[in-house]
C-alpha cells in the first residue's frame, strides 16, 4: 500500500479557555497524499485552523498521532520540528504575514538564507519564482507597498520556493477580493499541477472550494464529510 | 541578504526609540572617555611629577642606604659606577648627589629639611627643578648658593638674596654647617615636597659634611623606560653586591599600588555604566521583542531555529551598541584631543591638588586600555542586557506567538 505523505489518526486537541476546557478537534482520523489539492472546509470555529496548525507541526496534539512522511511527529525534537517546518512544509497566512522591514524578493529569500543555499542561487530561485507568480516586477517593494493580492502572491512564492512537500494555507484568500481570490486559487493549483507540491488549504468560501480535488469538512472539531471530486 | 541586515533593519523599525537608547550608550561612553582619560592623566602626572622633581627612573646606592639614608653610607666608587654607566645603552642621563636630612635656619625661624648637593649642569637633564623657578636664577655652579622652595621661603621669612644656615651631622658625627645665599625660588607639583627641600652646590655639600668627592646616591633618566628592568639588571650585575640599584616602581610602591588600584576602580565605574546601560537596553529590546511576538510565530513557522531567532535579537542589541559606542567614542576623543593639548584648568583647587603631588591643570591621557576598555564593554554590555528578552522570543511557541495580537 502506497504510503501517505501525512496520516492523522485519532487526532484531539483541547485548549484551556480562562481554565475551562474547550475541544477543538475530536477523533480525527486521515490521510493525505502527495499532489494533492486538498480543502478543510468547516464555519468559523470548526477546528480548521487547530488542524493546520497541527499538520504544520506548529502545535502538538492533546491526544492521537500525526505521521509525516512516516515519522511520528510527537517523536521529534522542537529543533528537528522547525527543521522539519525550513525543509519540508512551506504556509501560507491569511494576513499574507511577510516580514515588514524585507522587500518582496527579500522575503521569498528568507527561507533559503535559513537554508544556507548561497546568495547568488538563492535571487535566481527567488526570482524564478516570482516570475512564475507574475510578481517579478515586485521584487523592490516592501510590504506595505504592495496589494493584498500581490502581497498573498509573495507569500505563495516564499512558501514553493523551497520545494517543499506540503503548502499549508490556512484561509489564503480571506482578506482579498472575490477576483483575486480566484487568481490566487488558481495560481496555487498551477503550482501543484506543475510541482507535484501537495497543498492544503482551508478556507468558508465556495467559490475557493470549487477547485479543490478533496475537501475534508469539519464541524465543532469533527470531520463529518469527505467529498472527492 | 544576512541575518545581521535584518537585524539591522529591525533595530530602525522604531526609530526614536533606537535615536533614545543610543543616546543614552552614546553619553555613557563620552562620561566613560573622560573619566578614563582626565584620571589617568593626573595619576600619570603625579607619577610624572615625582620623577621629575627628584626620584627619577633609577637609582644607585650604596647597600643599605635606602634602609637607613646616613651620610656615612656614600658610594664606596663613584667613578665605577660612571664607567658602569657608560656600559649601559638606554640611559637618557645621569647625576651624582649628595642626600642627608639636617635642619635650615633664617634670622626668624629654622625647618628641618632633606639637603640635596647637585652637580647643577647634570642635575638640570635629570629633574626639572630649574624650570620649577618661580623667582631668581637656578643653581649656577658658584659655591654656596641655595634653591629653596618658595613655601619653605615663607615660612623662614626669607626671600632672594637672603642668607641661611644649613646644618646637618658629618661623616664624623660632628654637625656640620655653613651659610648659604638664596639664588633661587621654586614651586613644584608638590607643597610637601616644596617645603622641606633645599638644593646646594655638590662641592658645598660635600666640603660641609667632610665626605671628600663622595656621593649618596646616583640618579637616572631612561631615554627608552621599556628597558628599565634590563638596565637595572645590568647595572646590579657590573656593580655587585656593595650596592643597591631601584626602579621608581620600587622607591614608589605605594603611588604604583595607588595606580593599579585607579585601574581597578575603572571596571567598577565602567560596571555602574555598564549597569545603568543594561537596564535600558533590556527595557528597550524587551518592548521590541513584545511588539513582534506574532512575526516571531511567523519566523518559526516558516522554520527558522530558535537559535537564529535568538541571534537575531542579540544582533540588533549589538548593533545599537557598537554604533552607540562608536559614535560616543568619537565625540569622547574629539573632546579629549583639544583638552589633551590645553589640560584642564582646575586652578580653583589647585591648593588641594598640590597635597597630592598634582598641578592645576591636568592633561587627560588616553592609552590603549582605555580605548578597548571603552570600545568592548558597552557593545558586551549591550548583547548581555539582550539576552533575557532575545531568549523569550527564541522560547515562543510557534502557534501562541502566531495568535498574539
Avoid at chain 2, 642668607?163 to 633661587?184: L, P, T, W
Amino acid at each position: 500500500m502506497e504510503q501517505k505523505l501525512i496520516r492523522v489518526e485519532n487526532l484531539e486537541k483541547l485548549y484551556q479557555d480562562n481554565g475551562v476546557p474547550v475541544r477543538a478537534l475530536h477523533d480525527i482520523s486521515l490521510s493525505i497524499g502527495q499532489g494533492e489539492f486538498s480543502a478543510i472546509a468547516g464555519p468559523s470555529g470548526s477546528g480548521k485552523t487547530t488542524l493546520l496548525n497541527l499538520i504544520g507541526a506548529l502545535d502538538k496534539p492533546t491526544n492521537g498521532a500525526i505521521f509525516f512522511e512516516g515519522e511520528d511527529l510527537s517523536s521529534k525534537t522542537k529543533k528537528e520540528l522547525s527543521s522539519l517546518r525550513l525543509h519540508r512544509l512551506g504556509f501560507v497566512f491569511q494576513a499574507y504575514n511577510l516580514i515588514p522591514v524585507l522587500s518582496a524578493l527579500e522575503n521569498v529569500e528568507f527561507a533559503m538564507m535559513l537554508l544556507g543555499i548561497p546568495d547568488r542561487e538563492r535571487n535566481r530561485r527567488a526570482m524564478a519564482t516570482m516570475e512564475e507568480l507574475g510578481i517579478a516586477e515586485l521584487a523592490h517593494k516592501r510590504p506595505n507597498q504592495m496589494s493584498g493580492g500581490q502581497q498573498q502572491r509573495a507569500a505563495v512564492a516564499r512558501a514553493i520556493v523551497t520545494n517543499p512537500s506540503v503548502v499549508l494555507a490556512d484561509e489564503p484568500t480571506a482578506n482579498l477580493d472575490s477576483v483575486t481570490a480566484h487568481g490566487l486559487i488558481e495560481l496555487m493549483e498551477r503550482m501543484n499541477k506543475e510541482k507535484n507540491i501537495t497543498f492544503i488549504f482551508s478556507s468558508h468560501d465556495q467559490q475557493v472550494l470549487e477547485h479543490a480535488r478533496r475537501i475534508l469538512v469539519l464541524k465543532d472539531g469533527t470531520l463529518v464529510d469527505e467529498i472527492n471530486k | 541578504m544576512r541575518l545581521t541586515t535584518v537585524a539591522w533593519r529591525n533595530v530602525w523599525r522604531n526609530k526614536r526609540r533606537s535615536i533614545v537608547i543610543l543616546v543614552s550608550i552614546m553619553v555613557g561612553v563620552i562620561a566613560t572617555v573622560l573619566m578614563d582619560t582626565l584620571s589617568r592623566g593626573m595619576i600619570f602626572q603625579i607619577l610624572d611629577n615625582q620623577i621629575r622633581s627628584h626620584v627619577s627612573h633609577l637609582q644607585i646606592h650604596r647597600k643599605g642606604f635606602r634602609d637607613n639614608p646616613v651620610i656615612q653610607a656614600t658610594i664606596p666608587d663613584a667613578d665605577r659606577v660612571e664607567d658602569a654607566l657608560k656600559n649601559v645603552r638606554g640611559i637618557a642621563s645621569s647625576t651624582p648627589r649628595v642626600l642627608t636630612y639636617g635642619l635650615i635656619s633664617s634670622a626668624t625661624n629654622s625647618s628641618g629639611i632633606f639637603l640635596l648637593g647637585v652637580d647643577h649642569d647634570r642635575e638640570k637633564n635629570v629633574t626639572t627643578i630649574n624650570k620649577s623657578l618661580l623667582a631668581g636664577e637656578y643653581l649656577s655652579g658658584k659655591p654656596n648658593e641655595a634653591v629653596i622652595g618658595e613655601a619653605l621661603a615663607e615660612k623662614l621669612g626669607v626671600g632672594l638674596g637672603d642668607r641661611i644656615v644649613a646644618m646637618a651631622s658629618a661623616v664624623d658625627g660632628h654637625v656640620g654647617s655653613d651659610v648659604f645665599r638664596i639664588v633661587g625660588l621654586f614651586e613644584t607639583f608638590s607643597s610637601e615636597f616644596d617645603k622641606s627641600t633645599i638644593y646646594i652646590p655638590l662641592a658645598s655639600a660635600q666640603s660641609m659634611l667632610t665626605i671628600g668627592d663622595r656621593v649618596s646616591e646616583f640618579a637616572l633618566i631612561m631615554s627608552d623606560l621599556e628597558r628599565l628592568p634590563a638596565i637595572q639588571k645590568s647595572l646590579k650585575e657590573q656593580l655587585g653586591d656593595g650596592y643597591e640599584v631601584f626602579t621608581y616602581g620600587e622607591i614608589l610602591p605605594l603611588l604604583l599600588a595607588q595606580i593599579d588600584m585607579y585601574d581597578q576602580s575603572m571596571f567598577i565605574f565602567y560596571g555602574i555604566i555598564g549597569i545603568a546601560l543594561i537596564f535600558g537596553i533590556i527595557n528597550t529590546m524587551l518592548m521590541s521583542v513584545f511588539e513582534r511576538i506574532h512575526e516571531f510565530g511567523v519566523l518559526k513557522a516558516i522554520g527558522m531555529p530558535d537559535s537564529r531567532l535568538l541571534m537575531m535579537v542579540l544582533l540588533e542589541a549589538l548593533h545599537l551598541g557598537i554604533i552607540g559606542t562608536a559614535l560616543g567614542f568619537a565625540i569622547g576623543y574629539a573632546l579629549y584631543l583639544p583638552l589633551s593639548h590645553t589640560g584642564l584648568d582646575l586652578r580653583m583647587f589647585s591648593d588641594g591638588l598640590r597635597s597630592f603631588g598634582v598641578g592645576a591643570i591636568i592633561y587627560p591621557v588616553l592609552t590603549w586600555g582605555s580605548v578597548v576598555n571603552a570600545l568592548f564593554i558597552i557593545p558586551f554590555v549591550s548583547v548581555i542586557g539582550a539576552l533575557y528578552p532575545a531568549m523569550r522570543a527564541a522560547r515562543l511557541t510557534p502557534v501562541s506567538a502566531i495568535r498574539h495580537v
